[in-house]
């Protein structure tokens, strides 16, 4: 899959010029025939410009959006970055989830625009009742508790592996996907591990229904147990879609498994070993990696949304 995927030839970032912060790259006129993706700016988040420049790639025209922003309905889609917003106060995203900026984010979700939360974004998105969301009631349905690992507390960051699920394929973040790859990904984060204590959802993860990603070996088995299952999630779940498929919360790290070059040397299977064998040729080392199939996939989704307008 990951050789089928074509970056996009403008790699130029996009990001919003009146954040400080911006690089070079940020500063660069976007191509305006893109669809805009709002990867949103909430304080404490500390992976934004990566997932620009990953939306870049995909063909997406990726831009930071400050919180403060309430005026969203010109994007077509959004990111929520990981990081630590409001530095995880009361619980991880929970204070994220009652800014405007957030809300105006739902309305986008409710309009059917793909919404897409990275470790802490995912946690951003279950405190704001987008996901699971079943049967459409808005209310905060699940959790991320605290990692679950043997022998030890807190943080933990480590290469992984999930895999696309049928409610996966479905959704707005697998239409570039393939049915049997097993993705490497990073986790990083100490509280990534989905729970529930509602019965219909807990069935709802259990048979599948919206669990998109799940973390498995890797040689594919499913991920009962550390380290294949890194924080100990219910229904060894890495990611939880919603029923209509276009909002994911997803605990790894897609933005930081875009490139070739970015999967680490030990990491086991065939994007290992492609990782391995491209030493020393920066063409192939620029390549796709697995992670950017999750932003292909947003622009498809838009494609074909699009196309039905």
């Known amino acids: 899959m990951g050789k089928s995927l074509k970056m996009s030839r403008d790699t130029r970032n996009t990001g919003d010029t009146r954040n400080t912060r911006d690089t070079r790259h940020d500063r660069e006129t976007r191509d305006t025939r893109a669809f805009r993706i709002a990867v949103l700016q909430l304080p404490g988040v500390n992976c934004e410009h990566e997932t620009v420049r990953a ?3 995909a063909g997406l025209a990726g831009e930071v959006v400050r919180w403060t922003r309430h005026d969203l309905d010109d994007y077509d889609g959004f990111v929520l970055p990981g990081g630590f917003s409001f530095q995880d106060r009361v619980r991880a995203g ?4 009652r800014q ?3 809300e105006a984010v739902v309305a986008a979700a409710h309009d059917g625009r793909p919404v897409l939360g990275i470790c802490n974004g995912a946690q951003v998105l279950v405190e704001a009742g987008l996901v699971p969301d079943l049967g459409g009631r808005g209310r905060i349905e699940m959790g991320l508790a605290p990692n679950s690992i043997p022998g030890r507390r807190g943080y933990y960051c480590a290469w992984t592996y999930a895999a696309l699920t049928a409610a996966g394929r479905k959704s707005a973040f ?3 996907g393939a049915a049997d790859e097993v993705m490497p990904v990073l986790v990083a984060h100490g509280e990534g591990r989905f729970v529930t204590r509602d019965p219909e959802v807990e069935e ?19 991920g009962d147990r550390f380290p294949a299952n890194p ?3 219910f229904a060894a779940a890495a990611g939880i879609v919603n029923p209509r498929g276009n909002v994911l ?3 790894p790290h897609p933005e930081r498994a875009s490139w ?3 999967v680490g040397w030990e990491v086991a299977g065939p994007w290992g070993e492609r990782r391995r064998s491209a030493w020393g040729d920066a063409a192939e080392l620029g390549g796709p990696g697995p992670g950017l199939s999750l932003f292909v996939s947003m622009r498809l989704y838009l494609e074909r949304r699009a196309a039905k307008s």
Do not use: C
């Open 94 to 97: 929970a204070v994220a989830a």
């Open 55 to 57: 939306l870049t790639a």
């Open 231 to 233: 924080n100990g999630s």
């Open 204 to 222: 709802a993860m259990a048979s599948g229904a919206v669990v998109a990603f799940r973390y498995v070996t890797a040689e594919g088995e499913p």
């Open 249 to 251: 919360a997803f605990m």
């Open 260 to 262: 070739l070059r970015q």
């Open 174 to 176: 697998g239409l570039a």
């Open 100 to 102: 405007r900026s957030v």
